[in-house]
């Protein structure tokens, strides 16, 4: 090989690694494993970091503050909006959840890849930001299997879980601003579905020289 050529491909791969990270934003209806899915994925991209969203909803029983949410009440989290602190932000079941914009923004800066699990309001102000984003669609199977696990989780009120499946409907509408669609009918398939997409997004050629 060339010296000349030697050191084009040199600066070639300094330079993709050097890039900014990716935003791999998560959404999908509530009931269809994406948290269970995001967590298997993280165990196996070490790498990849994960944004902990502020909610003003109230902390389930194995919840941790810090770990699963920063749980914060309404005056916390509207002084947060006013001070301009999030990323993207939106109501979900009468409940207020919202990205920190430093954590991510600094993340990425350092090159770190980031998931974020949020609701497709989030998602559709994310895509509308400049940021590299990859936008993945969780969906169940069917309708009544997300009935099925909203019920067997046994966290909601019967209101609850019908208000939930209402709101699947929308969401699922919202479904064609995503790049991906991942069916979790059967959770190592899915997990190795994501963790596919994460891996091949990672090695997509964004220099063209
Ligand atoms: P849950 O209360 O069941 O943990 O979450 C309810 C919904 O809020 C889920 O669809 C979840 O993805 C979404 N969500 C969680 N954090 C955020 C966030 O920071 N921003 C937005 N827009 N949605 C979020």
Redesign the pocket.
Known sequence: MSDNLGQQLNSYIEGAKAKTGRLFV?????GAG??LLCKQVMEKIPELGY?I???T?PRRKKEIHGK??FFVDVDKFKQMMDDDLFL???Q??G?Y???SKEFVKQELAKGTDIL????T???K?IKQQSLASILIFVVPPSMEILEQRLQKRGTDSKEQIQGRLKSAFD?ISSCNIYDYLVINKELDRAVTELNSIILAERCRNVLHI
Do not use: H
């Open positions: 998560v959404s999908g209806p509530s994406k948290t944004s969203s502020y909610t909803r699963d949410y993207e932000w939106a979900v079941y409940n959840y919202g990205t974020l699990e949020i609701d309001q989030g998602a102000q969401e």
